[in-house]
């Protein structure tokens, strides 16, 4: 910690916050909101005397409430910078000066109640989010009883209490009498592997976490009664298994089964039942202590930085990776990496290693100090173009820009396009080409395929990520399926255009289907939720026009899913079957009559 | 099984382009189930295709050779290759038409293994006819096909790590002690993170900070 404070290549900016980014990959420029600290960081020495005279005592965040600090205060011992702060809330004033006990105290005059808060542009070429995690609130699980017995405490509010550090130096005792207590119980997945509360996920570190605080407690205290109350124990780490067997040699009782209720005996004791999925029986436990092992769930202001740097979630709040073994710390989006609990729950280790995966993989993008850019972007045909704006609302990567109000083209950033092909597929005037998947090189794909016997073939899109590697993982895997499919490949469904579709049935395809990832595997992003919009779009239209709107289906087939999609166009065949001549020659009389265009831009 | 075509026609206004056909036989991958030789001869037949060939492994060293030596001695401008996956080896013929003095995307695959051979293996005649049906839609692909060029970029060598906790901090050491600059950003008034609040940490049971 203290190497980053003194480091000369780190600026450190506490007390920030990103309010906002633009630009790319190689060009971020990054806005921050750093608050004010009242106290000059490079002249404060931290010698303390300020906070000695302060009459404002405070709960300590540090350390949960367990201790008291002042209003203008260190953090806590270590703290990086060491420098004081003042809490202006919590300050009985300056302005006029009610106090200012701590001005008058500082003899090195830092205390200064005029600074405000600052805005600052920072400009980087890459981007770490190291965001890290925030512990479960177990208010929510009130069968445990956390705040309404006394001595019911979190994991981390026993961390505190048992750090020689902490409020109580380490002494074992209980917050609200300072016993020490004969008998403390454990429960474990507080807030991990619930579907009804807290998250579904394992949070990754509190079974370790719990069978460290048993050893800090045995080694210290060797009289004191143990209980762990659990699922399973997960040990799966290098020399974890040799700690929890350490832990159950020195007495500790690991006994398999939640509690369902806990009570507040008169002593301020609990008395926790629970069934013993051993023996299948309910059994009562009386503990002088109880921690509950809290989960790790993702920190709330991860929302507003994955809209600020076009990010993905996953349904857990977590960031999601580019790939989950192939590129563990890579950003969907370049120049973007993950470190730490900000991507999933994580122990210290894990957590460095990602730090230092992160890095590395930073500077394998830095070191050469130039960026190329993959030429498969998109381009915006100026002259067509009547700025309104649809392109930018639908990239994925924020790379189009246009004044909607000015009526100025729009323009493509192609650092920052990934080329998917969204934007040419839903510009309504054609006045996007997206290169090398070009409407005409498409188009082209159609006809050549639709040329001879059209009736008896099956014409499919298929996304480079995710459908076309499934389709090429049935063939890896031998899997037959009618020989009348044809593939098209385009890098991502969202590049499939109305018009695809419609040249498909306009040159005699009985069936069509387009399909891609799955919601939140998409490889840019969420591109694939305009696909969906787009081919509900395009069967509402089938069906105004007459045309069987199940001839056209959608399907979203993962890279691992050959079985299903060598399925699937067995489902297809049988569709297409359905499909007699005289509905294909009809549908090819009206997509051919030309009044239809005007009904196809509605 | 080797032919010229004299027969091509422009498209699209522009220059006749001049495409050369390559249907891979993969050794039996592809051959035991598709008539190789015949999706060759009727390649042969479409627009812009200046020849038209079966070859036994298109990406051996030299399966590439014959392809390069034909660019070469015929001017070929385009490709298509008829053999695996393009997310296979479609580096390896990119790789091939650098070499060769050609833009890397005037190449076009037609995946006849894993979405042909492979997976109609007991209907030879309805596999050749999907191969014609694939290498038909790469040839015209390959027709539209435009030189791109990658571009270069400024770049500023200097990162943000969000988050002082243990892994900011150890992404920001690694970066600064390789010479990069980094800004590292933390809402709260210290680093240090959820690790600075623990004493002693698993599996080693020593102090954190």
């Not at chain 1, 073994?325 to 950003?331: G, I, N, R, T, W």
């Amino acid at each position: 910690m203290t190497d980053v404070g003194r480091h000369p290549k780190i600026k450190l900016h506490t007390l920030s916050e990103v309010v906002d980014v633009k630009g790319y990959v190689g060009n971020f420029k990054v806005k921050l909101l750093k608050k004010a600290r009242y106290v000059a960081e490079n002249d404060c020495t931290g010698c303390g005397e300020c906070a000695k005279v302060c009459p404002v005592v405070r709960p300590d965040e540090f350390n949960l409430g367990l201790s008291s600090r002042r209003a203008i205060y260190s953090p806590f011992p270590q703290a990086v910078p060491a420098a004081y702060m003042v809490n202006i809330h919590e300050c009985l004033g300056h302005n006029p000066s009610v106090c200012s006990k701590c001005v008058d105290a500082c003899e090195k005059k830092c205390i200064n109640f005029h600074m405000s808060d600052e805005e600052i542009i920072e400009e980087v070429g890459t981007i770490i989010v190291a965001t890290g995690s925030t512990p479960f609130d177990p208010r929510e699980m009130d069968e445990y009883g956390y705040t309404r017995f006394e001595n019911v405490l979190t994991s981390i509010e026993f961390e505190r209490l048992v750090n020689a550090g902490g409020p109580s130096q380490g002494a074992l005792i209980r917050p609200g009498d300072r016993i020490t207590p004969k008998s403390v119980g454990f429960i474990q997945c507080v807030g991990s592997r619930s579907s009804n509360k807290g998250g579904e996920y394992c949070s990754n570190v509190c079974c370790m976490n719990t069978i460290k605080s048993t050893l800090v407690i045995k080694e210290h205290f060797p009289d004191v009664d143990v209980k762990v109350f659990y699922i399973d124990i997960r040990a799966f780490g290098k020399g974890f298994e040799e700690l929890y067997r350490r832990s159950r040699r020195l007495g500790v009782q690991y006994i398999r089964g939640l509690p369902g209720n806990v009570e507040e005996l008169g002593n301020k004791s609990l008395k926790v039942a629970v069934e013993d999925s051993a023996s299948h029986q309910v059994k009562f436990h009386e503990l002088d202590m109880l921690v509950l092992a809290v989960g790790i769930k993702p920190t709330r202001s991860n929302h507003k930085l994955q809209e600020m740097l076009g990010l993905q979630l996953t349904p857990d709040g977590f960031f999601l990776e580019a790939h989950p073994k192939l590129q563990p710390v890579d950003a969907a989006t370049r120049g973007i990496y993950f470190a730490g609990c900000a991507e999933g729950p994580k122990d210290i280790k894990e957590s460095v290693t990602q730090g230092s995966a992160a890095s590395g993989r930073a500077i394998r993008l830095m070191h050469k100090g130039e960026i190329t850019t993959e030429p498969i972007t998109s381009e915006i045909v100026e002259e067509r173009c009547k700025s309104c704006g649809k392109c930018a609302e639908v990239c994925p990567y924020n790379a189009i820009t246009v004044d909607v109000k000015r009526k100025t083209p729009a323009v493509v950033n192609s650092a920052a396009c990934a080329g998917c092909g969204t934007c040419a597929a839903e510009c309504p005037f054609d006045a996007i080409v997206m290169n090398h998947f070009t409407d005409g090189q498409i188009i082209g794909q159609v006809d050549a395929m639709l040329e001879n016997a059209p009736e008896s073939k099956i014409l499919v899109f298929a996304c480079n990520w995710c459908s076309y590697a499934g389709a090429d993982y049935a063939g890896v895997s031998r899997l037959q399926y009618p020989a009348n499919v044809r593939l098209i490949r385009t890098m991502c469904s969202g590049r499939v255009d109305e018009k695809f579709i419609w040249e498909g049935f306009e040159k005699g395809a009985p069936v069509v289907l387009v399909s891609g990832c799955h919601f939140g595997d998409c490889h840019y992003i969420d591109a694939n939720r305009w696909t969906e919009k787009r081919v509900l779009k395009v069967q509402k239209k089938m069906e105004k026009l007459g045309i069987r709107p199940e001839r056209l289906q959608l399907k979203w087939i993962s890279a691992a899913e050959g079985a299903i999609f060598a399925d699937f166009m067995q489902k297809m065949e049988e569709l297409r079957q359905t499909v007699s001549a005289g509905e294909i020659r009809d549908t090819v009389r009206i997509l051919k009559n030309p009044r239809r265009e005007k009904g196809d831009k509605d | 099984m080797e032919a010229i075509n004299t027969l091509s026609t422009p498209v699209d206004g522009k220059k006749t382009p001049k495409i050369g056909v390559y249907v891979c036989h993969c050794g039996l991958n592809i051959a035991q189930t598709v008539d190789c030789a015949k999706v060759a001869r009727n390649a042969l037949e479409l627009s812009g295709v200046l020849m038209a060939k079966d070859i036994g492994y298109a990406c051996s060293e030299p399966g590439q050779n014959e392809i390069r030596q034909d660019i070469a001695e015929n001017g070929l401008d385009r490709v298509v290759i008829a053999s695996c996956s393009p997310r296979l080896h479609e580096p390896t013929f990119r790789k091939m038409m650098e070499a060769a003095g050609l833009n890397p995307f005037m190449l076009e695959m037609a995946n006849l293994r894993e979405q042909c051979s492979w997976v109609h293996m007991h209907e030879p005649d309805a596999a050749t006819d999907k191969a014609f049906d694939l290498v038909k839609m790469a040839v015209s692909r390959a027709q539209r096909l435009a030189p791109l060029f990658p571009e270069t970029m400024p770049l500023t060598k200097r990162t943000l790590v969000i988050g002082g906790g243990v892994a900011g901090i150890q992404a920001a050491l690694d970066l600064a002690d390789s010479g990069y600059e980094v800004v590292l950003v933390e809402k709260s008034p210290s680093i240090g993170g959820i690790m600075a609040r623990l004493d002693k940490t698993f599996p080693t049971m020593d102090c954190s900070i």
